[in-house]
């Protein structure tokens, strides 16, 4: 059974920082699109950064602030998140797929539990 476990959200004040993790238990890991995506209270679900080897992609509320990275040998994904604003709390997911398209437009075959991240003003 595939799961992907979020940890590392919480409750940091602007300009803070989180980093926060997917821990995945895929075989061929590396072989996978992985990212991360966020839903806030009545908002639809937005990508938020994507990556597969040193290829990566984000979003562009994101792009300058936030930094994604994976670990293949621990089959794990961080997103390191810096000058978080009140607009960045939301609930975030881990994703991930074979097919990186199908992912960032969020049809991505897996997804984790989520975790959340509150940013306080």
């Known amino acids: 059974q595939v799961q992907l476990v979020e940890s590392g959200g919480g409750l940091v004040q602007t300009g803070g920082s989180l980093r926060l993790s997917c821990a995945a238990s895929?075989?061929?890991?590396?072989?996978?699109?992985t990212g991360w995506f966020r839903q806030a209270p009545g908002k639809e679900r937005e990508f938020v950064a994507s990556?597969?080897?040193?290829?990566?992609y984000y979003g562009d509320s994101v792009k300058g602030r936030f930094t994604i990275s994976r670990d293949n040998a621990r089959a794990t994904v961080y997103l390191q998140m810096n000058s978080l604003k009140p607009e960045d709390t939301a609930v975030y997911y881990c994703?991930?797929?074979?097919?990186?398209?199908?992912?960032?437009?969020?049809?991505?075959?897996?997804w984790g539990q989520g975790t959340q991240v509150t940013v306080s003003s």
């Open positions: 895929l075989l061929s890991f590396s072989s996978y699109v």
């Open positions: 990556i597969i080897w040193t290829s990566t």
């Open positions: 994703a991930s797929d074979r097919d990186g398209a199908r992912l960032r437009v969020g049809r991505s075959e897996y």
